[in-house]
């Protein structure tokens, strides 16, 4: 299988393409914007920009819809974003604040079912609103979210960060599992498998880790380090998990994840590659860069291997495992709370400091500390520090 030899189609968005919209209800829509260019609609079968806008605000920088293609849910970068919701029948009424976050919204993710609406931020928070009975959740303590995606029954969350993957249930916002660091590099891209089978996880090494999405083992690995850093990710097929990579150079590729085969290869654009979306009935694959104005339409010629691996039964827990998880997520909250260094948060505590006597800090952030004793002391108590002593818990 191949790219085309050049686009199908190539649209010029002034300002660049930060997101991509494409649902098919009933016949197929393209819209795309940025944090520089107003959302439009564009034709999928010619040239031509539609002078409709998916909403009125030319500010809008984060924007995705719901799967039933009833409303939009939109927000802007800027400090205390609200999240807000827009019918797609009426783009130009006021929307409707769902909620707010303390600083700006980093992304959007709406469920298969169009009921639940997720969004993440630098306030290092996961917020959830349940639109039939208007309920907020909050999952605290996440770091700043970089990527929000649920799993295609509902059931799960994934989020990345800089350095951290993990999947979320939503019945009882409890962390099913998480892996940090799951690549050498800073995490970058994260993409759901149509068959639910794995997850992709992008990184700016250009390395491509793909895990199990049940208990997020390591699958396989596709990498290519001239491409620089993963700046897209995104699935192509209904049946078939073939994934495509959009880089920081400008290329888009096809990767077998099975077995991290190069499938195919083009440079799409002159600056790295913002967005990916896949277009089931035209088998092709809608690339956008916020840098060069161009949103570029690509087929895909061939057949499609058949890599996709069998999906994990789904079965529907008891009051009683939902209840031992949240427990053990608890537990396992408490202790992390009590051993992990106060600096770092993720290693574990090894060093005791003279002369106050406080057990609070690991290796690595001691040594960066001693390196600065002159103006800084204990994290606890600010006691000056003369010494660090090496603790064995037996």
């Known amino acids: 299988m191949n790219f085309s030899e050049t686009p199908s189609r190539t649209w010029l968005v002034p300002g660049g393409v930060s997101w991509i919209i494409l649902f098919q209800c ?10 520089r260019s107003p959302p439009r609609k564009y034709s999928p079968e010619t040239r031509l920009v539609n002078a409709q806008c998916l909403v009125s605000d ?4 984060i924007i995705t819809c719901a799967p039933n293609c ?7 970068t800027a400090k205390n974003a609200d999240v807000c919701l827009r019918r797609l029948d009426d783009p130009f009424k006021t929307p409707v604040v769902l909620y707010s976050h303390r600083s700006p ?13 997720a969004s993440g931020g630098l306030d290092g928070c996961i917020r959830l609103r349940r639109l039939d009975s208007r309920r907020n959740d909050t999952i605290p303590d996440t770091e700043n979210v970089l990527s929000l995606l649920f799993s295609n029954d509902g059931l799960f969350l994934y989020a990345i960060t800089s350095n951290l993957v993990a999947r979320y249930a939503v019945a009882t916002l409890c962390v099913s599992w998480r892996q940090r660091r799951t690549v050498k590099g800073t995490i970058s891209a994260l993409a759901y498998s149509p068959s639910g089978a794995m997850v992709a996880v992008g ?16 699958l396989s690995c596709c990498c290519n380090e001239t491409y620089g850093k993963v700046t897209a990710l995104e699935f192509c097929g209904r049946q078939t998990d073939i994934l495509c990579a959009g880089y920081h150079d400008g290329s888009i590729v096809l990767w077998n994840p099975a077995s991290g085969q190069l499938l195919a290869h083009r440079h799409a654009h002159s600056h790295e590659v913002a967005v990916l979306r896949f277009a089931v009935a035209l088998q092709a694959v809608i690339s956008g860069s916020s840098a060069d104005d161009n949103m570029c339409l690509w087929t895909i010629t061939g057949t499609f291997p058949t890599v996709a691996l069998a999906p994990p039964p789904l079965r529907r827990r008891t009051a009683e495992e939902i209840d031992s998880q949240w427990m053990k997520c608890r537990d396992e909250q408490a202790i992390k709370a009590v051993t992990s260094c106060v600096v770092c948060l993720e290693a574990q505590r090894d060093i005791v400091l003279l002369p106050c006597g406080h057990f609070c800090l690991c290796t690595s952030c001691f040594d960066t500390i001693w390196n600065l004793r002159d103006t800084a002391g204990c994290p606890l108590c600010k006691t000056p520090i003369q010494r660090g002593m090496k603790a064995i818990l037996a």
């Open 26 to 35: 009933p016949e197929l829509q393209l819209y795309a914007g940025g944090n």
């Open 58 to 61: 030319c500010f809008t920088e």
């Open 70 to 76: 009833s409303f939009a849910v939109l927000t802007t």
């Open 105 to 117: 919204v980093t992304c959007l993710a709406v469920s298969p079912d169009s009921n639940r609406v």
């Open 203 to 218: 990184a700016d090494d250009s390395a491509i880790q793909i895990l199990s999405s049940v208990d997020a083992h390591y």
